[in-house]
């Protein structure tokens, strides 16, 4: 298959280059900004960017198939960023492949675009699940859920209007690579680690789905190669709560985590503290308001069509974070 690749430079993206590239030619669409270091070797790269659509459009020429896998993942950034990225690298890639004739495409959306999970059956959610039902919206807990949730909402109408398009929804992505802001459980295991965090937010009863991130680059790869055209799976992991997740944490991780537990409305203020502070020195806040929000709701989820039509088997959080934490202790961040 020929294909295009979006998002190759980000942390789950160099995962999904080097695995689509063993057995396809793959292009790959990168800004000229962006490092190409850890990019497989032997890829065409072609310079652009999906708020590009004339970019988009040079490097679909000649393409059977695209992955989109870009998006602006951070914890804090202009809601206007968010919009362009998010929403708008979607839309042009539909337009872009549908006016070069591209017969396949695969959208990696993510588990937030289909909505807290406590009120699901069994408290559990699955692709089927419509946040967005009649086009009106809920009540967002940052641009990168609400922006998410719109995009994947642009993607079921594209569906309905006979777009060849597959979607994908992981989970919690963690494992080795590099320590973006996408790649969130590490800097947060990290932190533990180094002892930086005196208290834990949210309840410890809360589940989230937590999956490998080589996982993920099997279940895209598998779904591109597989699917049917208007399928959309969710590629998880295991949902375990989160005291069983800091245990195992600690346990694997061989440190001590914080017994206390932060009020939410201690956790809040301080969170608007340390995101005035990051907005002042141009750093990565810690925690923000909206996080501390993220914590107060269960995030878990149903991997099973998955399992059924693509023979999707993601390895146990256990399994996953002790090859976590092997990778982390031969890097410099490791506390020494």
């Not at 800004?31 to 072609?46: F, K, T, Y």
């Not at 079921?156 to 459980?185: D, K, Q």
């Not at 005196?198 to 991130?213: D, H, I, K, S, T």
């Amino acid at each position: 298959m020929r294909l295009l690749l979006t998002g190759a430079t980000g942390f789950l993206g160099k995962r999904l280059a080097a695995r689509l590239a063993r057995e396809h030619d793959v292009r790959l669409l990168v800004r000229p900004s962006s490092s190409r270091a850890g990019l497989p070797a032997g890829v065409e790269i072609a310079p652009g960017d999906v708020t590009d659509r004339a970019s988009l459009e040079r490097a679909l020429a000649g393409r059977d198939a695209a992955v989109h896998a870009a998006a602006l993942v951070k914890i804090s950034a202009p809601r206007a960023e968010f919009e362009r990225v998010n929403v708008g690298g979607l839309d042009n890639l539909l337009a872009a492949a549908a006016a070069a004739g591209v017969g396949r495409l695969l959208y990696v959306s993510s588990f937030i675009a289909l909505g807290p999970s406590e009120l699901g059956p069994g408290g559990l959610l699955d692709e089927s699940a419509e946040p967005l039902r009649a086009g009106r919206e809920r009540a967002w807990i940052n641009d990168y859920e609400r922006t998410k949730s719109l995009s994947d909402a642009a993607a079921r109408r594209a569906i309905a209007g006979g777009a060849p398009l597959v979607v994908v929804y992981p989970g919690v992505i963690y494992g080795p690579g590099e320590l973006t802001e996408g790649n969130i459980v590490c800097r947060h295991l990290l932190d533990l680690a180094h002892r930086r965090l005196p208290a834990l937010v949210g309840r410890a009863e809360r589940r989230w789905n937590y999956v490998f991130v080589e996982d993920v680059a099997e279940g895209i790869a598998r779904a591109l190669e597989r699917a049917p055209a208007g399928s959309r799976y969710v590629l998880g992991g295991e949902n375990v709560t989160q005291g069983e997740f800091y245990r195992l944490a600690g346990e694997l991780g061989g440190f001590r985590v914080p017994r206390l537990r932060m009020p939410d409305v201690v956790a809040k203020s301080a969170g608007a503290l340390m995101k005035l502070a990051a907005r002042l020195t141009g750093g990565v806040p810690k925690l923000t308001p909206d996080l501390v929000e993220i914590y107060r709701h269960d995030w878990a989820y149903d991997s099973a069509r998955a399992a059924r039509e693509l023979d999707y088997r993601p390895r146990s959080l256990a399994r996953g974070l002790d090859e976590t934490f092997a990778w982390l202790r031969t890097t410099p961040a490791w506390p020494r």
